[in-house]
């Protein structure tokens, strides 16, 4: 059975850092691409940052370009975003997706 949990959200006050993780089980990362995306309250869900399952290449909305990392560990099924320089209007649930499937999301908060 696909599953994927992220985790790692919570309130950060603007300039800090967090790091999502996202744990996947029922398949391997080594033949899947896998991307976060964001929903603020009102907004419509956008996407934020991939990487490619084969030669790991990686994708950052012009938003996040410079702030986000994004990087998986195949050994423990696990993709990473690495957020830094956070801003109140990075505010969002954060999930990851594979295709033809969601995480549940973690909430991410930025305020001072």
């Known amino acids: 059975q696909v599953q994927l949990v992220e985790s790692g959200g919570g309130l950060v006050q603007p300039g800090g850092s967090l790091r999502l993780s996202c744990a996947v089980s029922?398949?391997?990362?080594?033949?899947?691409?896998i991307g976060w995306f964001r929903q603020a309250p009102g907004k419509e869900r956008e996407g934020v940052s991939c990487i490619n399952s084969s030669d790991g290449s990686t994708y950052y909305a012009d938003s996040v370009k410079g702030r986000f990392t994004i990087s998986r560990d195949n050994a423990k099924n696990t993709v990473y975003l690495q957020m830094a320089s956070l801003k109140p209007e990075d505010t969002a649930v954060y999930y990851c997706?594979?295709?033809?499937?969601w995480g549940q999301g973690t909430q991410v908060t930025v305020s001072s």
């Open positions: 029922g398949f391997t990362l080594d033949y899947h691409a």
């Open positions: 997706f594979r295709t033809g499937y």
